[in-house]
Nanobody
Framework: QVQLVESGGGLVQAGGSLRLSCAASGRTFSSYAMGWFRQALGKEREFVSTITQSGSSTYYAASVKGRFTISRDNAKNTVYLQMNSLKPEDTAVYYC?????????????????WGQGTQVTVSS
């Protein structure tokens, strides 16, 4: 069982930056690949980024590549999402997920555990 708690969301102007954190409970954090997803009002949850258990491989949605960076600190049981050059279309609730699969997952159904989400609002 893994419990995830996101933090770091907020209101920012277009072009600004935010850093999201997702803290995991339990002693097996390093056995899970982690992902960030987002869900805008009235839309389905969409993939943002994912990182392997060791942090050696990452993958990004085309819409955020070059602007967002995912990273993890297994000693702190935490995964991060650094978001730069934010746009109004990045406005959404951001969720982190954990999966025991040994490959990078881009579908919500591939993730076993979810946090409660953190709101990111980008004003124009």
């Amino acid at each position: 069982q893994v419990q995830l708690v996101e933090s770091g969301g907020g209101l920012v102007q277009a072009g600004g930056s935010l850093r999201l954190s997702c803290a995991a409970s339990g002693r097996t954090f390093s056995s899970y690949a982690m992902g960030w997803f987002r869900q805008a009002l009235g839309k389905e949850r969409e993939f943002v980024s994912t990182i392997t258990q060791s942090g050696s491989s990452t993958y990004y949605a085309a819409s955020v590549k070059g602007r967002f960076t995912i990273s993890r600190d297994n000693a702190k049981n935490t995964v991060y999402l650094q978001m730069n050059s934010l746009k109004p279309e990045d406005t959404a609730v951001y969720y982190c997920g954990a999966t025991g699969r040994r490959r990078l997952g881009v579908l919500p159904s591939e993730y076993d555990y979810w946090g409660q989400g953190t709101q990111v609002t980008v004003s124009s």
